[in-house]
């Protein structure tokens, strides 16, 4: 579904992917950690064309491009493949939370209305939210909006999606749900998902495989109960001592 093959990608000097080689199966969850700056937001902006990679071969859901030698067209189809969710939902300000549903399939997708209507209002039952589909975004908990970019993500119905960090903008009390919705998204869809999280135990309940990432390479890759209790590298094992030491689990 997600293969990635000998993946560069640097900002001038800095040489931030430095060959990421990875297998993501239909309707896998995999879960990327790792220290700040290592490249894990940079990656899955290189998989959806955000940051163009400097060399590399990508294939989603069976479109393959070779980096240096693709056309706009790959660029295009690729990038339809995926949807992204970042820490800041994006949400049309402006726009009530039905039409943030909507407008992405009116729009994009060319649907008629009435149709994209049924669609957004489906999908705000999901999410729990059709009680504020005539809000607009301010309206709305951090939680909330977060829900609502999750739920525009869904109704464009992409097999793919990539999330950097969906909770760390938000106060605990409210990421749970957001947490919550992502699993629930996990279980029911066919979605394949890569997603970038800081959150341990998240990422034990809801990955099937987890992916420690540091210097722009992936250092070490497993089961995620696995990796997270018996890590096979010094290094993987040193960034988990850190990080439980830090938020005293
Ligand atoms: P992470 O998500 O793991 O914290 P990032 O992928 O955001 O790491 O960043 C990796 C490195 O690349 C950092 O040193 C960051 O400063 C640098 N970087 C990211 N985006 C850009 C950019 N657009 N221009 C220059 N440097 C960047
Ligand atoms: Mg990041």
Redesign the pocket.
Known sequence: MITVKELYKS?GV?N?LNNINCTIKKGEIVAVI?P???????FLRCLNFLEMPDRGIISLDGYTVDVEHCIKKDIYELREKSTMIFQNHSLFANKTVLENMTLPLIIARKMPKKEAQQIGEEILEKIGLYDKAKCYPSELSGGQQQRAGIGRAMALDRKIMLLDEPTSALDPELSGEVLELIRKLANTHDTTMVI?THEMAFAERIADRIFYMNHGVIVEEGPARQLLSNPQKEETKKFLEYYRKVHRL
Do not use: A
Request: charged share 10%; aromatic share 8%.
């Open positions: 900002f800095l931030v790792g700040s700056g290592t490249g894990k937001s940079t970038v």
